[in-house]
């Protein structure tokens, strides 16, 4: 039973990482235009930010979803904003800058990995995830949950320092014009997830009633 709980704890990871999502291209952008360092960044403050959610769900599942049902409308605001404004900069950004990150170009890597942090612990869609794996699981004793969560986090980090290796190997053959390219593609996607999590709020909304 040990060993099932850490292998569907790794498959869980594989679909969990993979999934599309703000930060998996926030992720990819930064490979790009900035190199690993700050692809890693971001992996490394996603990582930290799937903890605290286990860690959070796990103990404080009831009040998670209270205060979730009281502050939804603000975490939902905030969340869109942060993704307009990346979606917004990556677009405007202008031809001459492509070789810089379309986002706090200006800064290191520390607030990558506070932005990485921010967009996937304040992801309703993540939150939504975890608590439902709780829901799943909580059949396992102590040492399977453990062993799931770790399998999990472990398989997840894997997987976005992987991608930040692969953006790093395909970094020196993209040119001026292939990065503009995918900024505006990338600012349209982050665009869109703005207005789809303001518009769909109102039904994820439910999910806790």
């Known amino acids: 039973m040990y060993l099932q709980s850490f292998v569907y704890g790794v498959l869980f990871g594989i679909p969990f990482c993979l999934a599309v999502g703000p930060v998996f291209f ?4 930064a490979g790009v235009n900035k190199g690993i360092k700050f692809a890693l960044a971001i992996a490394f403050g996603v990582i930290l930010a799937d903890t605290v959610l286990i860690n959070l769900t796990y103990f ?3 009040r998670i979803n209270l205060f979730i049902l009281n502050n939804y409308s603000a975490i939902q605001i905030g969340v869109s904003i942060i993704l307009l404004v990346l979606g917004l900069t990556s677009i405007l950004k202008k031809n001459h800058d492509c070789n810089r990150s379309s986002f706090l170009s200006n800064n290191g890597p520390f607030l990558f990995f506070i932005n990485g ?8 869609s993540n939150i939504f995830v975890w608590i439902g794996v709780n829901s799943e699981i909580i059949v396992y004793n102590k040492i399977q949950h453990l062993l799931f969560y770790t399998s999990s986090l472990i398989t997840i980090a894997f997987l976005m320092i992987g991608i930040a290796f692969l953006c790093r190997k395909i970094q020196p053959y993209i040119n001026n014009q292939l990065l503009r390219r995918i900024n505006i593609s990338l600012g349209a996607i982050y665009i869109g997830f703005s207005f789809s999590l303001l518009l769909g709020g109102k039904y994820l909304h439910h999910l806790f009633l």
């Open 26 to 29: 926030f992720l990819i952008q």
């Open 60 to 62: 404080f599942v009831e």
């Open 117 to 124: 942090f921010i967009l996937d612990v304040l992801n309703p």
